[in-house]
């Protein structure tokens, strides 16, 4: 059953590589400068990566062309701690990826693919409940859900994902 999973996901991750790679062909018609400053407004299709904090071992956000890709992100508080239950973390990991795109020019409106994790399979339909709850009605986007025997710092819960950038607010 786990390498069923693991083939799915790897199909998937492989499906999305292809989309953002032809989405990248077909946005290359900038002309290469080597003064050229890439900036997360840009349209410039080569990717652009954010890191949140010196010697982590992944980038916390990518850009490419108008695609956002984000780290998975945990529910821990602004110390670094894990909050509360699963409930409680699914909230608090919610709360982080709607700021996340929010400074990245986008919105939880313009998510396109979720990747959602739980150390319990149990607990998923609690955590559909909060995470459904974070969408627009009508806009939830494609997920791949699975179980890992463990996440970074006993969480209970990590969620990244994949965003369009909202283009009005990249004119401004």
């Known amino acids: 059953m786990r390498f069923s999973s693991i083939k799915w996901l790897g199909v998937c991750l492989g499906a ?10 077909a946005s290359s018609s900038r002309t290469d400068r080597p003064d050229h400053e890439p ?4 349209q ?9 904090r010196k010697g982590a071992p992944a980038s916390s956000v990518v850009r490419a062309g108008n695609v956002l890709y984000l780290s998975g992100l945990l529910g821990s508080g602004p110390d670094g701690s894990i909050v509360g239950d699963v409930s409680a ?13 929010a400074r990245n020019h986008s919105s939880m409106g313009h998510v396109l693919h979720c990747t ?11 955590v559909n409940t909060v995470y459904m709850g974070y969408f627009p009605e009508g806009r939830l986007p494609a997920r791949t859900a699975f179980e890992a025997s463990g ?6 819960v990590e969620v990244g994902c ?4 909202d283009q009005v607010a990249t004119r401004l």
Not at 16 to 25: G, S
Not at 116 to 126: A, C, E, M, N, S
């Open 116 to 126: 959602l994790i739980v150390t319990d399979i149990q607990t998923l339909p609690l």
């Open 162 to 165: 994949i965003a369009a950038v």
């Open 39 to 42: 900036s997360l407004t840009s």
């Open 151 to 156: 996440l970074a710092a006993n969480a209970l």
């Open 16 to 25: 999305i590589c292809l989309m953002t790679f032809v989405q990248l062909q």
């Open 89 to 101: 973390q699914t909230h608090t990991v919610m709360a982080r990826l709607k700021d996340v795109l």
């Open 44 to 52: 410039d299709p080569l990717p652009q990566y954010i890191t949140a």
